[in-house]
């Protein structure tokens, strides 16, 4: 798939996109990252839509163009900081999750690239984090592509699974 035939529209989540990620499915390892647990729970669903749009958690849903499928979504603040780690360093986190489908297939630096420029465009923090799983190797790759280094290693407070902390400054 080349690059050329991925452009990515950002626009806050709303509750069909969310509804629809808590659908996706990953493979292990990945599955840590399944959100919902597959059934239309309602609870569920309204619990997901409180917290998708909080607003200091800046939920963006990243839309493939032409056509507006969601592609990818992202979050910028503290839903990208992982219990355990040290944030105490002024910093834009940035959390992202892309469709299973897009998964593993080479595309990472785009949905990583439009995340950083929106980051740019949209937060005065010129410092750049991301937490990323330690067994999450296609991810770090991603990220130490885009010029993040990593930083403090820790074990999560919630699930005990050890993580890495990455800027750019």
Not at 46 to 71: C, K, N
Request: with cysteine; net charge negative.
């Amino acid at each position: 798939m080349s690059d050329e035939q991925w452009h990515l529209k950002f626009q806050p989540l709303n509750a069909a996109q969310i509804a629809e990620i808590l659908t996706w499915r990953y493979e292990p390892p990945y599955d840590i990252y399944n959100m919902g647990d597959g059934t239309n729970d309602p609870i569920g669903l309204v619990e997901a839509i409180d917290y998708f749009t909080q607003p200091e958690y800046h939920f963006q849903a990243m839309l493939r163009q032409p056509g507006g499928e969601l592609a990818a979504f992202c979050s910028f603040g503290a839903d990208g900081q992982v219990g355990g780690g040290d944030y105490s360093l002024p910093a834009t986190d940035i959390g992202m999750g892309v469709h299973p489908a897009n998964t593993g297939r080479g595309l990472g630096h785009i949905f990583a690239g439009a995340a950083i420029d929106f980051a740019r465009r949209n937060f005065s923090e010129p410092r750049l984090r991301v937490t990323i799983a330690e067994f999450n190797v296609r991810a770090q790759k991603v990220w130490l592509r885009q010029g993040f280094v990593p930083g403090q290693r820790f074990v999560s407070n919630f699930g005990k699974r050890p993580f890495i902390i990455y800027i750019r400054e």
